[in-house]
Protein backbone atom coordinates (compact mmCIF):
# COMPACT_ATOMS: atom_id res chain seq x y z
CA UNK A 1 0.00 0.00 0.00
CA UNK A 2 1.62 3.62 -0.93
CA UNK A 3 2.57 5.83 1.67
CA UNK A 4 1.37 9.34 0.39
CA UNK A 5 1.53 12.69 1.68
CA UNK A 6 -0.61 15.63 0.65
CA UNK A 7 1.10 19.24 1.49
CA UNK A 8 -1.81 21.23 2.23
CA UNK A 9 -2.27 25.27 2.69
CA UNK A 10 -6.33 25.55 2.13
CA UNK A 11 -5.42 26.92 -1.51
CA UNK A 12 -7.51 26.18 -4.47
CA UNK A 13 -4.17 24.17 -5.76
CA UNK A 14 -3.88 22.38 -2.61
CA UNK A 15 -7.82 21.26 -2.73
CA UNK A 16 -6.77 19.86 -6.09
CA UNK A 17 -3.42 17.77 -4.40
CA UNK A 18 -6.08 16.50 -2.30
CA UNK A 19 -8.61 15.08 -4.60
CA UNK A 20 -4.86 13.57 -6.07
CA UNK A 21 -4.76 11.52 -3.34
CA UNK A 22 -8.04 9.91 -3.65
CA UNK A 23 -6.67 9.28 -7.34
CA UNK A 24 -3.76 7.19 -6.82
CA UNK A 25 -5.07 3.75 -5.72
CA UNK A 26 -4.83 1.70 -2.86
CA UNK A 27 -3.12 4.28 -0.06
CA UNK A 28 -2.47 5.58 3.38
CA UNK A 29 -2.59 9.44 2.85
CA UNK A 30 -1.66 11.93 5.54
CA UNK A 31 -2.95 15.26 4.84
CA UNK A 32 0.12 17.63 6.25
CA UNK A 33 -0.55 21.03 7.47
CA UNK A 34 2.34 23.63 8.08
CA UNK A 35 1.40 26.74 10.11
CA UNK A 36 4.36 29.10 8.63
CA UNK A 37 6.41 30.40 11.74
CA UNK A 38 8.23 33.78 11.56
CA UNK A 39 11.72 33.90 10.19
CA UNK A 40 14.39 33.43 12.61
CA UNK A 41 12.63 31.86 15.63
CA UNK A 42 12.36 28.90 17.10
CA UNK A 43 9.79 25.98 15.78
CA UNK A 44 7.14 26.56 18.83
CA UNK A 45 3.57 27.26 18.86
CA UNK A 46 4.13 30.93 19.83
CA UNK A 47 6.08 31.56 16.68
CA UNK A 48 3.67 31.03 14.61
CA UNK A 49 3.26 34.51 11.89
CA UNK A 50 0.37 36.10 14.47
CA UNK A 51 -1.28 37.15 10.93
CA UNK A 52 -1.65 33.44 9.79
CA UNK A 53 -5.88 32.55 10.76
CA UNK A 54 -4.77 28.92 12.54
CA UNK A 55 -7.52 28.14 13.77
CA UNK A 56 -9.48 28.36 10.47
CA UNK A 57 -6.49 26.43 9.05
CA UNK A 58 -6.97 23.50 11.39
CA UNK A 59 -10.62 23.15 10.74
CA UNK A 60 -9.95 22.97 6.83
CA UNK A 61 -6.88 20.57 7.63
CA UNK A 62 -9.33 18.14 9.21
CA UNK A 63 -12.19 18.75 6.45
CA UNK A 64 -9.25 17.77 3.82
CA UNK A 65 -8.72 13.92 5.89
CA UNK A 66 -12.09 13.70 5.72
CA UNK A 67 -13.02 14.39 2.20
CA UNK A 68 -10.54 12.06 1.26
CA UNK A 69 -12.20 9.66 4.25
CA UNK A 70 -15.63 10.06 2.43
CA UNK A 71 -13.79 8.68 -0.52
CA UNK A 72 -13.01 5.44 0.95
CA UNK A 73 -8.99 6.44 1.25
CA UNK A 74 -7.23 5.80 4.73
CA UNK A 75 -6.61 9.45 5.61
CA UNK A 76 -5.48 11.61 8.77
CA UNK A 77 -4.47 14.90 9.37
CA UNK A 78 -1.05 16.06 10.53
CA UNK A 79 -0.47 19.96 11.43
CA UNK A 80 3.08 20.94 12.28
CA UNK A 81 4.41 25.02 12.77
CA UNK A 82 8.16 25.83 10.94
CA UNK A 83 8.98 26.56 6.96
CA UNK A 84 6.69 24.78 4.93
CA UNK A 85 8.84 23.78 2.36
CA UNK A 86 11.51 22.30 5.04
CA UNK A 87 8.81 21.06 7.10
CA UNK A 88 7.53 19.20 3.96
CA UNK A 89 10.83 17.51 2.59
CA UNK A 90 11.66 16.18 6.21
CA UNK A 91 8.45 14.93 7.03
CA UNK A 92 8.32 13.09 4.15
CA UNK A 93 11.76 11.63 4.49
CA UNK A 94 11.41 10.72 8.29
CA UNK A 95 7.94 9.34 7.87
CA UNK A 96 9.04 6.76 4.89
CA UNK A 97 6.46 8.22 2.52
CA UNK A 98 6.44 6.89 -1.00
CA UNK A 99 5.29 9.95 -3.00
CA UNK A 100 5.06 13.76 -1.96
CA UNK A 101 1.71 15.49 -3.74
CA UNK A 102 1.71 19.30 -4.00
CA UNK A 103 0.02 21.82 -5.47
CA UNK A 104 0.92 24.31 -7.69
CA UNK A 105 -0.48 27.90 -7.80
CA UNK A 106 1.48 28.63 -11.56
CA UNK A 107 2.63 31.68 -10.67
CA UNK A 108 5.03 33.38 -13.86
CA UNK A 109 8.61 33.06 -13.71
CA UNK A 110 8.99 36.46 -11.91
CA UNK A 111 6.88 35.97 -9.47
CA UNK A 112 8.64 32.52 -8.32
CA UNK A 113 12.08 34.37 -8.20
CA UNK A 114 11.02 37.06 -6.63
CA UNK A 115 8.56 35.60 -3.76
CA UNK A 116 9.84 31.68 -4.21
CA UNK A 117 7.35 28.91 -4.17
CA UNK A 118 6.91 25.93 -1.98
CA UNK A 119 5.76 23.58 -4.19
CA UNK A 120 9.14 24.23 -6.51
CA UNK A 121 11.62 24.16 -3.44
CA UNK A 122 9.76 20.71 -2.73
CA UNK A 123 10.00 19.36 -6.01
CA UNK A 124 13.79 20.41 -6.47
CA UNK A 125 15.11 19.18 -2.98
CA UNK A 126 12.87 16.13 -1.89
CA UNK A 127 14.86 12.81 -2.10
CA UNK A 128 10.77 11.43 -1.98
CA UNK A 129 9.31 11.76 -5.55
CA UNK A 130 6.92 14.50 -6.12
CA UNK A 131 3.55 14.92 -7.58
CA UNK A 132 2.79 18.67 -8.92
CA UNK A 133 -0.39 19.28 -9.21
CA UNK A 134 -2.14 22.22 -11.41
Known amino acids: MLKILVAYDGSAEAKRAVEWGSRLGEARVTVLGVAPTLG??????????????????K?????????????????????????????????????????????VRGRHAIARFLFGSTADRVARHATTPVLVVR
Open 59 to 103: GELREAAQQLQAAGVAAQAVEKAGNPAATIIETAESGGYDLVVVG
Open 40 to 57: GSEVIADSVDPTFELDTF
